[in-house]
């Protein structure tokens, strides 16, 4: 039998600083992101290294 879709919350990475565009848009969309799949979607900003830090968080 197939496991149910979400086993834990979807986060939602931002390799930008704090109250940047990217950041600001990915807080904006969070909510209807979390609507749309019937869970629960955070942001985490994770700066440096030129977006080195984000992309290893994966």
Do not use: C, K, W
């Not at 992101?33 to 080195?52: H, K, L, P, R, W």
């Amino acid at each position: 039998m197939a496991q149910d879709f979400l086993q834990r919350p979807i986060n939602l990475i931002a390799p930008f600083n704090v109250g940047g565009g990217t950041d600001l848009l990915r807080r904006g969309l969070a909510p209807h992101f979390a609507e749309a799949i019937a869970g629960d979607a955070f942001v985490s900003n994770m700066v440096g290294g030129s977006g080195t830090v984000a992309a290893y968080a994966l």
